[in-house]
């Protein structure tokens, strides 16, 4: 059974990149929204995370529009930029959802 986890806080909010870890399991997926795509700007604290959702088995989106409005670049191969249709797939291909 696999999960979406949405996360939409910015990251200099808590340690939330990492708490949600603790909850993932091989074959689910992180989607960054609104404020929480920022993390995109920090090189050390994503990288890291990246590095381990991928020894995880965990997948990493982020939501290309709330970049757009943030003027943000996503600069990470394997934080797979998505729209809203990518969204909502990401919603249809997994059991369930947490937004955290």
């Known amino acids: ?6 996360l939409s806080r910015s990251w200099h909010e808590s340690i939330w990149l990492y708490e949600q870890l603790a909850f993932a399991s091989p074959g689910d997926a992180v989607l960054l929204t609104r404020d929480a795509v920022l993390a995109t700007e920090s090189p050390i604290t994503l990288a890291s995370f990246l590095a381990k959702c991928e020894a995880q088995g965990v997948s990493v989106y982020v939501l290309a529009e709330d ?4 003027g943000v670049d996503n600069k990470y191969q394997n934080c797979h930029a ?3 249709g990518g969204f909502v797939d990401l919603v ?3 059991d369930k959802q947490i937004a955290w």
Not at 1 to 6: E, F
């Open 82 to 84: 998505v729209d809203y």
């Open 92 to 94: 249809i291909q997994h």
């Open 1 to 6: 059974m696999s999960c979406l986890h949405t």
């Open 67 to 70: 970049l757009k409005l943030r």
